[in-house]
């Protein structure tokens, strides 16, 4: 004889499941765990199949299933492993945006965003993947619309970005700027203008277009490494030294051009002409930025910025436009008499009396100058010093044939009197050996060395001597005699972003010629 199962109170109940009684009247009610009878009082009895349904759905419900859908796996509706894989990609859904939340508000708080651009952040944690790419495409199509197919521009289309589930605090923060700088119009011009150059030189997309991009980028490391070379040597891009840099870049470039529209064959004016309108379409620093952040959103690698060493390439194209033209005209000037040779004195007797004003002004620089601007806004003191005892090292290292010294080295070290000292000496030692005057240095002779460095020495003693108080004594006479082979030297040069010296600036009436030498060169001249 079988005894009925002991059924139980909605206490009892309560009290083995741990859930409170209004809780389990609740779930209950919604037939999770139905009574099994009821007493004639009408109070509910549960059978033992109950606990265990209630200890189930806890679990689900801690693990946020809905209560329908509980009820659906209790009653064998649906399977618990489908139930499980469907809210497990719900849950990892939800996970995705907390963390995005939370990269937001940790960019928030790192960049000290206001009001507006919170707004903007929240509204990235709220869009899908697919409204958030759809922002950029939408303004990637528009900036594209009828330039035509080119590489460029399906570079653009190919290289949207996508932010990724878990994203960098770094790729929220460029998410956020570039949200920003997709609304400038600016960027939108910039990025038409190049995809029209691009339809317009460019070959049709084609199969090698993927060839073509990679040479491209082998092009574009090869010429920064040149130019990063020259730039780290202290050569000057609107010197002539600067042409072998600008002939050894085209040189690499011209194959590329092959099959475009009056593609050049040969290093000349119209190759130079065609790689200078290329970089400096390529020069905006909107459209750079853009690229810049679509890597960083992308986890691709960023190319550091291409602006310090376009600029200087760029200048030295529009120095040297015609392939050993400025050394040809400097080599006829170098063989022209008049180099400053006053009565009774020479080149580098002239030159000694400068360099010895100029050591005047270094030792009269007190430590606590050196921190103090000059008329040459990139320097302070200590980096116009630095730079007249570099000039001299690097200048008697020419003349005796010695290698270069490092541009980005320290040459001054803790007594910046005696390394100019040091330095001077070692350039007077240079200049007065036997033959250096005659002596040719590529186009030069050696008496417009010495000439070159008396320039050099008169302009930045003059910086160096507005710069801390005091006025340079020259001889008036060497300054006129060298006056001419400034005008003719650098006369010609454009005055542009990058170059050596600013356009020329007015001078008042009865300035030294030490004044107007250093307005000649940019200064101004009070």
Not at 162 to 188: G, H
Not at 278 to 307: F, H, T
Request: charged share 25%.
């Amino acid at each position: 004889m079988h005894s009925e199962p002991l059924l139980l109170s909605i206490g009892a109940v309560a009290e083995r499941t741990g859930l409170p009684v209004k809780l389990v009247r609740h779930w209950s009610d919604l037939g999770i765990a139905p009574p099994a009878d009821r007493t004639e009082a009408g109070y509910r009895r549960y059978g033992p199949e109950a606990v265990a349904r209630l200890d189930l759905a806890r679990t689900l419900r801690d693990l946020g299933l809905g209560l329908s859908t509980i009820r659906d796996v209790l009653d064998r509706e649906r399977e618990l492993s489908e139930v499980a894989t469907v809210h497990a990609d719900a849950l990892e859904a939800r996970i995705r945006t907390l963390r995005l939340r939370q990269a937001v508000l940790r960019s928030v708080a790192r960049r000290g965003a206001d009001a507006e651009e919170l707004t903007a952040l929240d509204e990235l944690v709220r869009m899908s993947a697919a409204e958030r790419e759809a922002i950029v495409g939408a303004f990637v199509a528009g900036a594209l619309e009828d330039t035509g197919t080119s590489t460029f521009g399906q570079g653009l289309l190919a290289a949207l970005p996508e932010l990724p589930a878990e994203p960098t605090a770094e790729q929220v923060d460029a998410w956020c700027e570039l949200s920003a700088l997709v609304r400038d119009p600016a960027l939108a011009a910039a990025l038409r203008r190049m995809a029209e150059y691009a339809a317009r030189y460019s070959l049709a997309s084609t199969a090698e277009d993927a060839g073509r991009a990679q040479q491209a980028e082998e092009l574009t490391d090869s010429w920064v490494r040149r130019v990063s070379a020259a730039m780290d040597s202290g050569l000057a891009p609107d010197s002539p030294a600067a042409d072998a840099v600008v002939t050894a870049v085209v040189a690499e470039w011209l194959p590329g051009q092959s099959g475009t529209p009056g593609a050049p064959d040969h290093d000349g004016p119209t190759a130079r002409a065609r790689l200078l309108e290329q970089l400096e379409m390529a020069a905006d620093s909107r459209a750079e930025r853009y690229w810049q952040l679509v890597c960083v959103i992308n986890g691709r690698p960023v190319r550091p910025s291409l602006a310090p060493t376009g600029a200087w390439l760029m200048t030295a194209l529009r120095t040297n436009p015609t392939p050993g033209a400025r050394a040809s005209t400097l080599e006829t000037l170098y063989d022209m008499p008049g180099a400053p040779d006053g009565p009774g004195t020479g080149i580098v007797d002239a030159f000694a009396a400068v360099l010895t004003e100029v050591e005047r002004l270094v030792s009269a620089v007190g430590p606590d100058r050196l921190a103090d601007p000059t008329p040459c806004a990139e320097w302070d003191v200590r980096a116009l010093l630095d730079h007249l005892v570099w000039e001299n090292l690097i200048w008697a290292g020419l003349a005796e044939g010695s290698p270069p010294t490092d541009h980005g080295a320290d040459h001054l070290g803790a007594d910046h009197r005696a390394a100019f000292r040091a330095a001077a000496s070692a350039t007077m030692t240079a200049f007065r050996r036997p033959g250096m005057l005659e002596r040719r240095y590529g186009p030069a002779p050696g008496r417009r060395l010495v000439e070159q460095l008396l320039i050099e020495m008169l302009v930045h003693g003059w910086d160096l001597a507005i710069a801390t108080g005091q006025r340079p004594d020259f001889a008036e006479g060497t300054v006129e005699a060298v006056l001419p082979s400034v005008r003719e030297i650098y006369g010609a040069l454009p005055r542009t972003r990058g170059g050596s010296f600013a356009p020329e600036a007015p001078v008042p009436d009865g300035a030294s010629a030490t004044d107007r030498l250093a307005a000649f060169l940019g200064r101004r001249v009070s």
